[in-house]
């Protein structure tokens, strides 16, 4: 396994893409050295699978958004065509990803190919630290899922409202 000490995390790297492996090597910009011991704060495996990860009773949070707390699921990451399953194990993140582009995401990796480095790079290697920092940490699940319940009620009352305001406005004279 190899590591970088990125956006203030240490990111544990294992890939079985070499394509891939060497896109991370040139992401990290020399950064990227064989990993000396323990003390990540984030564990990526990048697997040659493409089959999607097993769904069964989670729950949809969000388009491509997958929950069964304390482990999140994120299908087409960023529009990258990594799916991330992430799953937080005592004080060390584990982030598992699979290439698995949906045609059209596929279509715009191949004709922008520098878009498509940045893009993979960004999403394998700071990405999760962007979902660190939403609460999917140990301990953080629920208050994760109470975020979630909280936006999904919101928005119910948001639509009820909607539909009392528009029922009112057909009911008064023009």
Known sequence: M????????????????PWLSRL????????????????????????ADRRPF??????????GAWAAPPRALLEDACSSGFDLQVDPRGSVLHVT??????????A?????????????????????????GLGARPGAASRVGDRWRGRRDHDRRARRGREVDDAVGRAEPG
Do not use: K
């Not at 590591?3 to 893409?17: N, Y």
């Not at 090597?25 to 697997?47: K, Y």
């Not at 069964?56 to 388009?63: E, P, S």
């Not at 004709?111 to 660190?132: C, D, E, I, K, N």
């Open 2 to 17: 190899r590591a970088v000490t990125t956006a203030g995390e240490r990111v544990l790297i294992g890939c079985d893409i």
């Open 24 to 47: 991370l090597a040139d992401a990290a910009a020399g950064e990227l050295s064989e990993a000396d011991g323990p003390g990540e704060t984030v564990r990526l495996q990048v697997q």
């Open 54 to 63: 097993d769904r069964d009773g989670w729950a949809l949070v969000g388009r």
């Open 97 to 106: 990803a699979r290439y698995r582009p949906a045609p059209r995401t596929r």
């Open 108 to 132: 715009a990796n191949m004709l922008l190919g520098s878009r498509f480095r940045l893009l993979a790079a960004q999403t394998l290697l700071h990405y999760p630290r962007a979902v660190v």
